[in-house]
């Protein structure tokens, strides 16, 4: 796998893959659900004792915006697992392909610069392929696309904040940041959940063991892998694999949950359209000195 980093980057998708397959096993409802995901990651990352003086050594500033980031890549996962549980695993992986539509379209306003006409060009290739899933998404299902579409912007907002992070922070130190501010977040408004229709319990023994395999085969461990391989292969090919999750998960659902039968060939259509836009748009991008996968 050393000798391989593109099929290494895969295995990392094929496993963020999974994250919704065991979002829809997992009883819990969306708030306990992430709770529990972000605390067992935190107090994972938490006995690495270097990371403490990582932390340490952050600015008061970098410490501040990592905090948001974390705040607003928790509410990312309680929009994305309300999608789930609201619709199914293929919907709210379908709306997470809208991100870099998202991305395409406020990353200038964000930046304050002008628009590129190749960046647009995605979200207006992507509106028939919405229209389509939106079209093909059975009414009781409605209320999970419009959460899968909320967790596609939130991630986009996420991804445009670690940008300017990622180069002054060692990643695993921005991940127990952005978990334990999670933990904290969800952890501190525990007395509030009635009011949002959850109450806090214990996961029950199945759950638990769902929820340890979320949080270390889905999180820790695909995030290190990740950066194994970024040490032979360039972040373009890193975006472009990432990119095919949706695609992993769609299969998975399939597979697993036999959500196949729940969607017709309308919604499928619509999933293609998006993603070939967001690949295409990808291609676009792609540095000259990219070598091809091997």
Request: with cysteine; aromatic share 10%.
């Amino acid at each position: 796998m050393h000798r391989n980093p593109y099929f290494l980057i895969h295995v990392c998708v094929l496993l963020w893959g999974f994250t919704a397959i065991l979002g829809k096993l997992i009883t819990l409802s969306a708030i306990p659900l992430v709770f529990w995901r972000v605390l067992i990651v935190s107090l994972c990352l938490f006995i690495w004792l270097p990371i403490w003086r990582q932390i340490a050594r952050m600015t008061w500033r970098d410490l501040g915006i990592t905090v948001v980031n974390g705040a607003v890549i928790t509410v990312h996962w309680l929009f994305f697992y309300g999608a789930i549980k609201a619709a199914n695993a293929s919907v709210a992986a379908t709306c997470l392909a809208l991100a870099p539509v998202f991305l395409s379209i406020i990353e200038p306003l964000w930046r304050k610069k002008a628009f590129v006409a190749r960046d647009l060009l995605i979200a207006v290739i992507a509106l028939p392929g919405v229209a389509l899933v939106v079209g093909a998404v059975p009414s009781g299902m409605m209320a999970g696309l419009c959460y899968g579409v909320m967790a596609a912007l939130l991630a986009a907002i996420f991804s445009l904040i670690s940008k300017g992070l990622a180069v002054r922070v060692p990643a695993l130190c921005l991940t127990t940041v952005q978990m334990s501010t999670g933990t904290l977040m969800l952890g501190l408004l525990i007395p509030f959940w009635p009011l949002l229709g959850d109450s806090f319990s214990l996961p029950q023994q199945q759950d638990l063991f769902w929820l340890v395999i979320l949080a270390i085969a889905c999180t820790l461990v695909p995030f290190t892998l990740t950066n194994v391989a970024l040490r032979k292969i360039s972040a373009f090919s890193v975006q472009l694999a990432v990119n095919l999750e949706p695609i992993y998960t769609i299969l998975l659902a399939a597979i697993f949950l036999g959500e196949g039968a729940e969607l017709g060939w309308t919604f499928y259509a619509g999933v293609a359209l998006i993603l070939g836009a967001v690949l295409w748009h990808v291609r676009l991008h792609r540095p000259a000195s990219e070598p091809a996968p091997t």
